[in-house]
């Protein structure tokens, strides 16, 4: 039998088919990829946006990713109809476009995102999800809680809370969560961290943490064409000013608290009354 060679075969059709974006989902804590009981919806954010245009799939890979095919305004990328460099090389051509991408999780496990996007993207745009109050602590971890509020006793609603956890001798261990509208947060500290202090027979280990929060209303910003529900954009709340919390009636940069296995550890100011209409919250300025 005789091998074919190029020469041989005749090319009646070529057909291109590109996705103008593709979106990676993990969980802000494990970093493991999220796929189940998520919707992804993406539409046009420009200068009139076009949420009635919106682009809604379920379809996400066993890697996290949620890819779009057919998007507003991308046909002539899509179907390549237009050279890939002439939107991605310089000069550039075809100029991206705004899209505003919008993440919900209906399991409950996790915050509702909003993230703006340019299209086409090169690469999957990688969006990291924060756990909801609602979420489960991973196996192996304890949790912290807050409550946070400010001084005119409103929640104050996606706020940042990072926690600085020192690891004894290991190191420093960085993590944290986003308040959901009610002010709440759940923050999963791993258990395999080394402790502060080992404690003895009749104590248990216990892990010195320095709490910090970013919160001022004024940074956080709606991507146009967002549902009157819809949080923030996720950049705008990573990049938040920090704020001043509570403690011991005065206010300052951080405040440190002690986390041990003995159950979760509330975060809250400690000059504060607690009470069935008070629980113990922790009371944040914002800077004006």
Known sequence: MTALTAADVTVLERVVRRAGLAVRLT??????PVRHGVTVSAWPAG???????????????ADGVAGFHHLPGLRTYEDGSTDRDTWFASPVVNPPLPFAVRI?????QHLR?????LVPSASPVEIALPPSPAALTPSGSLAATATV??????????????????????????????TDERGVVSIAVPRSLPPTD??????????????????????QLVAPGSNSDDPPTLASLLTQQFALVNDGGVFGATLARTL????????????????????SVLLVRPTP
């Open 113 to 117: 995102v909003v993230r703006e996007v």
């Open 198 to 219: 080992l404690g003895t027979a009749s104590t248990e280990p216990s892990w010195l943490v320095s709490v910090r929060v970013r919160y001022r209303p004024a940074d």
């Open 27 to 32: 969980d802000l804590v494990t970093g493991r």
């Open 149 to 178: 509020v400010t001084e005119a006793a409103d929640p104050a609603a996606w706020a940042v809370i990072e926690l600085t956890v020192n690891g004894g001798g290991a190191g420093t261990f960085v993590t944290g969560g986003v």
């Open 260 to 279: 041990t296995t003995g159950g979760p550890l509330v975060i809250a100011s400690s000059t504060l009354p607690a009470s069935p209409a008070n629980p």
């Open 47 to 61: 200068s009139s946006p076009r949420p009635d245009l919106a682009v809604v799939t379920h379809s996400i890979s």
């Open 104 to 108: 919900d999780d209906t399991t409950g």
